[in-house]
């Protein structure tokens, strides 16, 4: 069995259903229903993806029953068991999240996100539990560039990034007199 986990920015993929995002979300849909993997999310991944629909909405126009139905369906996977949601043991996470934000932000002067630090340590967490490389996935530039900076994470976990997609350009308006 292949242990992944899937980082907020990753997972919101499989709700949205902009036909920008179908490649993403069938990718998701892939890994998520692949019987050969365990697919875990930290718990902060239950507050932090509402969040990353609203944007979603905010930027594409999308509406209240858009993000509902993107939330009900994340809920029902929940109640479906489709994750293992990781509880942060909050006082090491905090602990190891604060040293990730030291190493990767002042050290190696790369942007990184408490949530994100929180996020990266309860895979990393998985892994020492598991004592087995994990899988993690992400979407998240910054943390993918930083991450592999820190042998505790190069050694504990593989990291995929799967770039965002792209809106194309809107067309050029005609030239003309």
Not at 81 to 109: D, E, M, T
Request: charged share 25%; hydrophobic share 40%; proline share 7%.
């Amino acid at each position: 069995m292949a242990h992944i986990f899937l980082d907020t920015c990753v997972i919101k993929y499989r709700y949205i259903t902009d036909r920008l995002w179908r490649s993403h979300r069938n990718k998701i849909n892939r890994l998520i229903g692949d019987r050969k993997n365990i697919t875990y999310i930290a718990d902060a991944t239950i507050l932090e993806l509402p969040s990353a629909f609203a944007g979603f909405c905010r930027g594409n126009s999308g509406t209240i029953r858009d993000y509902d139905t993107m939330d009900h369906a994340f809920m029902q996977d929940l109640a479906d068991s489709r994750f293992i949601v990781r509880p942060a043991n909050k006082q090491l996470y905090i602990l190891r999240a604060r040293n990730l934000i030291r190493l990767g932000g002042v050290i190696h002067r790369r942007e990184l996100g408490s949530t994100d630090a929180l996020i990266a340590t309860c895979a990393l967490d998985l892994a020492h539990e598991l004592k087995e490389r994990v899988r993690f996935f992400t979407s998240d530039k910054k943390l993918s560039g930083v991450l592999p900076l820190i042998d505790a994470f190069t050694t504990n976990l593989e990291i995929i990034y799967i770039p965002p997609p792209v809106r194309p350009a809107p067309p050029a308006p005609p030239s003309g007199p």
